[in-house]
C-alpha cells in the first residue's frame, strides 16, 4: 500500500501529529521534498519533538525513513537535529535512517543569499524563512549543486566547489556586496556536517523498487500545504517545490509507481506563516485569541501564524490539487473555547461577485472574505474517542467541512497526544 500524507491548505495542518499516529500501520515513511523550511511537531510518550528534515515516523523503533532525492537538505540542520531526537531517546542509525544518494545539499552560502534578498526586498519580501530553499533549488536546476552522493568522492570536491563558489561570488560580491564565500571554508563544513552521513546514504529508486515487489507499504510525507506548492499555490508567496501528493512517487525516487491512497490533513480552521494572500485572515482579539488557543507559532521559526476560520474555498481547491481520497481534520479541540465559530463560506471580488472557484494572481489579491457563524460546544472534547461523544455542534461542524470539500472525513484530531483521535472508518 502507497499512501500519501499532504497538507490541504497552507501548511502548518498537523501532518507530522498525522503521520506519527499513522505511521505503526507502514514499514517505510519517506520525505519526498522541501528543506527545513517547515516543521512537524509531535508528541508522544517519550516527550514533545520537532522535526524539520527528519520523517515523522523516526520516532517509531520498527519504521524505516527515508530522505527522498527531491529534498533539499541543510546537512548542519540534520546534524543538529539528529542528535537533539537522540537526547530524547530515539536511536538512529543507517537502518532506520536512509538519505537519498540524489537529494541536494542546502550550503550556507545558500542561506546567505535568502537572506541578502529578502532584505533587498525590504517591505516587498516574499516572507522566506531564510534558510536558503529558493537559492538551493535554483541551482539545483542550474545544475550547479552539490548533492549526496559527492561526499563518496571528497578528493573531488574541493575542484567543484571552487567552480560553483566562483560563480556564486559574482552575485554574492558583486550583486550584493558581500564578503566572498570561499571554497575551501564550504568544504570544511560538509566534512564536519555531511560527512558523518556517508554511511546512510542510499539509492532511494532500488531500494524503494524492491520494497514495493515485496509488498511493504509506504507511507509519503509531504512538507506544507498544497497552496504552497510551485506550480498550483498561490505565488509567488510558495515553496520552491511540489508539495502535492502527485509528485510523492517522483520526489521519492519511484516515479512509475502510482499511490493507492491519498489522506488530506486540514486544521479546524485556517493558519499561514509568511506573506502573501490569506483572505480569510482574522485581525484584533478574535484572530489573537485563536492564535493562543491554537498555539499558533512556526516550528521551524517561532514566528507567529497568521489565523482565521475554515476556509471553504481554499479547501476545496487543496482537496482537488492533492486528489484527497480521505481527510484528517486537526485541532477540533481549539475550538472548544468559541461560542461561535466564524467560517469563511466563500470569497467576493472587488465588485462584490461571488468567487465559484478558488482565484490566484490579482483576483487573489483582491478578493474579500465571506463570513458566517456556526453554534460553537464551548465544552471539553479531548476526551471523546467515538464521532457519537462529540457534541451535536461539533458534530455539524465536522460533517459540514466534509460535505464542502466533497472528501470523506476519516480521522478527527481532539488532543496532540497520539491517542486523542477518532476514527470515522
Avoid at 82 to 111: F, Q
Avoid at 220 to 245: C, M, N, V
Avoid at 357 to 378: I, R
Wanted: negative net charge; charged residues 25%.
Amino acid at each position: 500500500m502507497l499512501t500519501a500524507i499532504v497538507g490541504i491548505n497552507w501548511g502548518d495542518e498537523g501532518k507530522g501529529r498525522m503521520v506519527d499516529l499513522l505511521s505503526s500501520d507502514y514499514d517505510i515513511v519517506m520525505r519526498y521534498q522541501g528543506g527545513n523550511n517547515a516543521g512537524h511537531t509531535v508528541v508522544n510518550e517519550k516527550g514533545k519533538f520537532i522535526l524539520n528534515l527528519l520523517p515523522s515516523g523516526i520516532l517509531r523503533e520498527d519504521t524505516v525513513n527515508v530522505m527522498g532525492p527531491g529534498m533539499v537538505v541543510d546537512v548542519e540542520h540534520l546534524f543538529n537535529e539528529v542528535n537533539k531526537i537522540r537526547e530524547g531517546g530515539i536511536e538512529i542509525t543507517p537502518e532506520h535512517l536512509k538519505i537519498s544518494d540524489k537529494a541536494t545539499i542546502c550550503m550556507p552560502y545558500h542561506k546567505m543569499l535568502d537572506i541578502l534578498e529578502e532584505d533587498r526586498l525590504a517591505d516587498k519580501k516574499f516572507g522566506s524563512t531564510r534558510r536558503g530553499i529558493a537559492p538551493v533549488y535554483a541551482d539545483k536546476y542550474y545544475k550547479k549543486s552539490i548533492r549526496m552522493c559527492d561526499l563518496r568522492h571528497p578528493e573531488r570536491l574541493l575542484d567543484k566547489l571552487k567552480d560553483i563558489v566562483e560563480w556564486k561570488n559574482l552575485t554574492i560580491a558583486g550583486g550584493y556586496k558581500h564578503e566572498p564565500v570561499k571554497a575551501e571554508d564550504m568544504y570544511d563544513w560538509l566534512m564536519k556536517y555531511a560527512m558523518p552521513f556517508k554511511d546512510y546514504l542510499c539509492d532511494t529508486t532500488t531500494y524503494l523498487t524492491e520494497a514495493v515487489k515485496e509488498g511493504k507499504s509506504i507511507m509519503f510525507e509531504a512538507q506544507l500545504g498544497a497552496l504552497r506548492d510551485i506550480d498550483f499555490g498561490i505565488f509567488p508567496f510558495t515553496s520552491s517545490s511540489s508539495t502535492i501528493a502527485g509528485y510523492a512517487p517522483i520526489g521519492a525516487g519511484i516515479p512509475g509507481q502510482k499511490l493507492d491512497n491519498v489522506v488530506g490533513i486540514i486544521k479546524a480552521y485556517s493558519s499561514c506563516v509568511g506573506a502573501g494572500p490569506f483572505t480569510c485572515e482574522l485581525f484584533g482579539k478574535d484572530g489573537d485569541d485563536l492564535r493562543e488557543a491554537g498555539g499558533e507559532y512556526g516550528a521551524a521559526t517561532g514566528r507567529p501564524r497568521r489565523v482565521g476560520g475554515f476556509d471553504v474555498l481554499a479547501s476545496r481547491y487543496g482537496v482537488l490539487m492533492q486528489g484527497a481520497t480521505s481527510l484528517a481534520v486537526t485541532k477540533l479541540d481549539v475550538l472548544s473555547y468559541l461560542k461561535r465559530i466564524p467560517v469563511c463560506t466563500g470569497y467576493v471580488d472587488k465588485d462584490g461577485k461571488a468567487y465559484d472557484t478558488f482565484p490566484l494572481g490579482v483576483e487573489l489579491d483582491e478578493a474579500k472574505p465571506v463570513y458566517e457563524y456556526f453554534d460553537g460546544w464551548n465544552c471539553d472534547i479531548s476526551g471523546c474517542r467515538k464521532f457519537e461523544e462529540l457534541p451535536d455542534a461539533a458534530q455539524k461542524y465536522v460533517k459540514y467541512i466534509e460535505k464542502e470539500t466533497g472528501c470523506p472525513v476519516q480521522y478527527v484530531s481532539v488532543g496532540a497526544e497520539r491517542d486523542a483521535y477518532i476514527r470515522m472508518f
